[in-house]
Every structure is written in structure tokens, then in C-alpha cells.
């Protein structure tokens, strides 16, 4: 079986990949997550994702591994995308900007091989309940979701936050939200490098 290796570091990711219930490696892409201005959100995640891949199928200990890559960016509901917040402080700011009000959450996927990259992405709409500054703030400082776009860990108590999240509808893959589309990555997998 040709070797996988997922670009990331987060142990959310490899949680999700493990579902697919075969072997894998991870090695820390070291790519610096900064989104170009003016770049769209589908853009954003897509070249951060396509970033990650190719930073580790490109070195030689990796030459015939297929690596995947992933990212998360969220889309505020005036359309400015929301990255990781870094500090507690932003954490509540993008949290403000959510509350009461519904927003996208769009994950992309890439596989790479060598300099070869095909990605896909996934979309889900998201609607926040319209909470106090108090509950946001307790929010933050449980959850801690300081590394996380949109500020909220959906495979943690983020998920108290929401009345409701909404699949795209031409293929709704739930791991998705929680920075894998475990449907997309099959489908490139199979389309592109024959994997069964």
C-alpha cells in the first residue's frame, strides 16, 4: 500500500484519518499560515491546504508518499475571513462577530505527490446562538480554542455554541468541521491515485 502521511500536526486531524482505518505518519508541514490579501475564502483555504501537502511530499524521505493537507478558514457573516486568533482577547472579538448570526465554515483538503497537488473543499453554514459576553468569555477559557478559525473547537464544547450546522448539500461530510473532509480525500484518493 503506497505510504500516507498527513501534513499537520493536530491530533484533531489524526483522530479523524485514523477512521479510515489504515496506516499513516504525520510530520509538522511548517508552513506559515498567513492568507494573501484580497484572497476569496475558498482561496484562503485551498493554497493554505495545497501549502501544507507540497511542504513535505516535496523532501526526498517523502518522494513516493501521497501527503495530505488540510485547513480551516472561517467567513464571518460580512464576509471577512476569521484565522486562528492566536490570544484570548481575539478569541471573544470573533466570537462577538458570530453570535446571533449565522457564518460558513469552508475546510479544505489537498493530496500531494512530489510537486503534484489536486485539492477539494467542503462548506458548512453555521448559526451561533446570540450568547452574552459572559458565557463567550467562560467559552474561551475552557475550551481554549486559541489555534482554532473561528475561535470554537466543534469536537469539543464549541459545539454547545450552535442551534444548528448545515452540510453542503451535494455531499455533506461532517468530519469536515472538524478539519478533515474524510469524503473529499477518498474521492481524490480514488480519482487521482487509483486508491481503493
Known sequence: MT???????????????RRLGVPFDTANPEVEEVIAPGAT???????????????ISVKPAFKDAL?????????????????KPGRPDRALAQLQRLRGA?????TAVAVARGEEVVSAFDVHTLTMHPLSDEVLAGYVARDQPLDCAGSYRLE????????SIEGDPEGADESAIIGLPLMKLLRLLREHHGWT
Open 102 to 106: 449565522r457564518h460558513r465554515l469552508i
Open 41 to 55: 475564502p475558498f482561496s484562503a483555504a485551498t493554497t493554505l491546504a495545497r501549502k501544507k501537502a507540497l511542504a
Open 3 to 17: 505510504r500516507l502521511v498527513l501534513a499537520s500536526t493536530s491530533r484533531y486531524r489524526a483522530d479523524v484519518l
Open 67 to 83: 501527503v495530505i493537507g488540510s485547513d480551516q478558514v472561517c467567513v464571518a457573516p460580512d464576509g471577512a475571513i476569521l484565522g
Open 156 to 163: 469539543g464544547s464549541g459545539i454547545t455554541l450552535f442551534s
